[in-house]
């Protein structure tokens, strides 16, 4: 099959679509014709061989994907060739075909079209990660999202406004950034680089009034965050944009109001454990996705011959969602 | 009824046993003679008003209790007069009788005087959820006990032996706590004063290799704790006796280990999440308690009149298990 392929793995290379073998089909697998996919940061990061993928995985590019079933292992029952499925790969999306669990795939609604379902699994998983299986984000709860622009971060809106009608508060720099949070579910937004937002958050809703915290940014807000925690408050950590070492941290607060601080990526989990998060996300939202209710937020589309461009405008963090590929 | 009375509530104050009005047995209550109650630290600090009792709580000291059941309220369905009960109180434990609500008392095993019993709650109810409901220790895996000659010490290292098999690690700074740790079931006890825990960890048994902290000391241990966890690794703060405040802390093992870091009090969660952990703790642990897999560490026994000298006893820090107080 044709697949994109890294030319010079450091930081000269480039990429090029070239022939490899076909991905092996194991009896509980599919085998699926790859439609669509995105980029993510850690695409970027990848290809200049900073962040190898996991032990097992397919060494090309590609974390999440859309397409139709064309083969099926021995063992699966779910799905037959035809069917339109998207999901999370532990890599290999930047080719024509991939194989993947039967469980990890999901049912593509069909309201959506391939580049938009690919726009999903890495970003609303993680969003979903963090709010329910982390973060346990409770109904009607209130949760703070930094970031608010991201991909993790406008699926984590959506999501806690759709499942949870959570008060949302969402930080970011942009003023367009915190329009779009706002049209998405935000009760509340503030601009960091204006605002101080943990004054914002204890004038317009109170002291100790968070329940969740989803934060990429780490250093810069820890303290912030702490303070305007809740009783039995949770933090969870995706990333550290902002640096990681923080000085002074007074361990007094996870006592007296009961905290529980955690971080997690998706990429290095176990495949049991994204098939069970697979599942129970499927079943939680895509009848969100069929109404319309939830929607992947697509920046744009690029022909996979284009891949460098595509990445180019990631790295100069022109998007505002997903970056699609396409024409495999 | 008789009880004991704080005369004077700041640094001079004393104690004294004088008489007050019964407390009110509500519909869901049961009345209990106590028998037996045991001091808490808690108690010390109390008597001087730095540490009020919880909002509806009795002002009189006293967090745990064993005892006969002398009167049920209207929708008791579980108890009758002549039972013999033992549980956790949010005060109230220093004197004739207590109400409770009869979801928050246990029978005594038969095996059990009321002393013995009455050494239980506290310790054991602490330890069981720290281990059970927030460090979530499974079978088998690898915790690491701090101040394991303390009472919630070595009620962990009986419940993580006896309930998680678990492969455990005993800290301590005197050789004799370490014996007592090495006897209730610890693989590996560690005097602190005279070694680096997490290098003798490292070394024992390996890098990343702990699954859950259990941890009273705060500041001198965090590196060293961090440093020693598994993945997925949690840590679960019970107080602060070495300080609280850490210089220089890096986020990146929170997210690289998806570590969880938590702290919790027991005495200031709601009746109803005592209630469910006391039924979870009874459930798993009695049965236990019965065979004499688990037993509780009793120090001393004082009549109630020579509750100062108990009280003095503790402050200095004297005992090795409960100081238990009876004869009211």
């Known amino acids: 099959m044709q697949a994109i392929q890294i030319i010079n793995k450091n930081d000269k290379n480039t990429l090029e679509i070239g022939t490899v073998p076909d991905p092996e089909l194991s009896d509980s697998d599919i085998q699926v014709k790859i439609a669509a996919t995105a980029v993510n940061r850690a695409d970027l990061l990848q290809r200049t061989g900073n962040y190898p993928p996991p032990k097992g995985a397919s060494e090309i590019l590609g974390l999440e994907m859309a397409g139709v079933v064309k083969k099926t292992g021995s063992e699966v029952t779910k799905w037959e060739p035809g069917d339109r499925v998207f999901g999370l790969l532990a890599g290999g999306g930047y080719a024509e075909y991939c194989t993947i669990h039967e469980d990890m795939a999901m049912e593509i609604p069909e309201n959506l079209s391939f580049e938009e379902a690919a726009a999903i699994p890495e970003t609303f998983l993680t969003a979903f990660q963090a709010l329910e299986w982390l973060g346990k984000l409770q ?19 959506q999501l806690a406004h759709q499942i949870y009608d959570a008060r949302i508060i969402a930080t970011a720099g942009k003023q ?43 250093k810069p807000y820890w303290h912030k965050n702490i303070e305007v925690l809740a009783m039995d408050g949770r ?19 996870i006592l007296r109001k009961r905290l529980s601080i955690m971080g997690s990526t998706l990429r290095n989990r ?20 069929k109404t319309g209710s939830l929607s992947p937020v697509v920046d744009s589309i690029f022909d996979w011959s284009e891949t460098e461009t595509a990445h180019q405008r990631m790295k100069n963090n022109k998007n505002t969602g997903k970056i699609i590929l396409t024409g495999m």
């Open 270 to 289: 176990s495949e049991q454990y994204k098939i069970d998060l697979t599942k129970d996300f499927a079943q939680k939202t895509l009848s969100l996705f």
């Open 139 to 157: 109904e009607q709860e209130t949760v703070l999202i930094h970031a608010a622009g991201s991909g993790v971060g406008t699926s984590a809106i």
């Open 235 to 253: 933090v969870v950590y995706l990333s550290f944009l902002g640096g990681h070492k923080v000085e002074e941290m007074s361990l007094i607060p």
């Open 176 to 218: 367009h950034k915190l329009d779009t949070a706002r049209d998405l579910g935000a009760d509340f937004a503030y601009n960091y680089k204006k605002q101080n937002y943990a004054e914002e958050i204890i004038s317009d809703i109170g002291n100790d009034s968070v329940n969740v915290v989803v934060d990429f940014i780490g």
